[in-house]
């Protein structure tokens, strides 16, 4: 019987499993994911040796080519970052459909965007399409590029894009290209939603291995002004539902 390291059971009561037979049916590849979530310093090594845990294999026996085996099998994972909590999606989302009814106040398509790092806003924008004639100036587009010009660097990957309303393509692909960690959308979008409506751009790990979308959060209140603005409706204030 292998011997767990006091620092490998640490690890993995951070995460909830306490004996073998809990991380047996979670596996050492989720388990690995989990724990890196929350310490993203450990290295490969804390990998092996819960594979060797399983196994009931010592440590000394891995072959390079089985740790290498290892390592692909881990990276062939979609991304699971840790769950922002439930709050903190619920404030963030607020900040976005406050911009949302900016737009709507403008008469633009109702949408707001905000792109948060270290928990802090670095970008945020509402579509304004119409008022600069420009088919690019959708809400998620409009927050990467202000969080890009605030870091100084295109690439966004410790990032998170709270949104409104689903993506469409066109900002789906600015999400996988900017390399931003997650994007957090309040309602599904039917008709151009790129994320599980139309098309499920962000499950497909042959051009997406880093971004992962959660959503819908609560279809009444986050696609409330949508209903409103196509119904030609005066809008009701969504923060007060
Ligand atoms: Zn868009």
Do not use: W
């Not at 959503?215 to 986050?222: E, R, W």
Request: overall charge positive; charged content about 20%; glycine content about 4%.
């Amino acid at each position: 019987m292998i011997r767990i390291t006091n620092y490998l059971e640490k690890k993995l009561q951070e995460i909830g499993i306490y004996n073998l037979k809990e991380l047996d049916e979670i596996g050492f590849i989720q388990a690995f994911s989990l724990i890196k979530n929350k310490f993203p310093s450990v290295t490969f090594n804390l990998l092996y040796e819960l594979f060797c845990l399983l196994n009931n294999i010592s440590f000394s026996d891995l072959t390079k080519e089985m740790k290498q085996k290892l390592i692909i099998e881990y990276k062939k994972q979609p991304p699971q970052y840790a769950m922002p909590d439930s709050i903190l999606i619920e404030k963030y989302l607020n900040c976005a459909l406050e911009l949302a009814m900016i737009a709507y106040e403008e008469q633009e398509i109702p949408i707001g965007a905000v792109i948060v790092y270290n928990n802090q806003i670095i970008g945020q924008g509402y579509n304004q399409t119409r008022q600069y004639n420009d088919i690019l100036a959708h809400a998620e587009i409009q927050a990467i590029r202000k969080a890009q010009e605030y870091l100084g660097n295109f690439r966004l990957n410790q990032c998170d894009l709270f949104v409104t309303v689903e993506p469409c393509v066109m900002c789906s692909g600015a999400i996988i290209n900017s390399r931003i960690k997650r994007v957090v959308f309040g309602a599904n979008e039917p008709k151009t939603g790129a994320c599980i409506s139309q098309y499920k751009i962000f499950e497909n790990k042959a051009v997406n291995s880093h971004c992962q979308q959660i959503g819908p959060i609560n279809q009444h209140k986050y696609g409330q002004l949508m209903q409103d603005f196509f119904r030609g409706k005066k809008s009701t204030n969504p923060l007060n539902t």
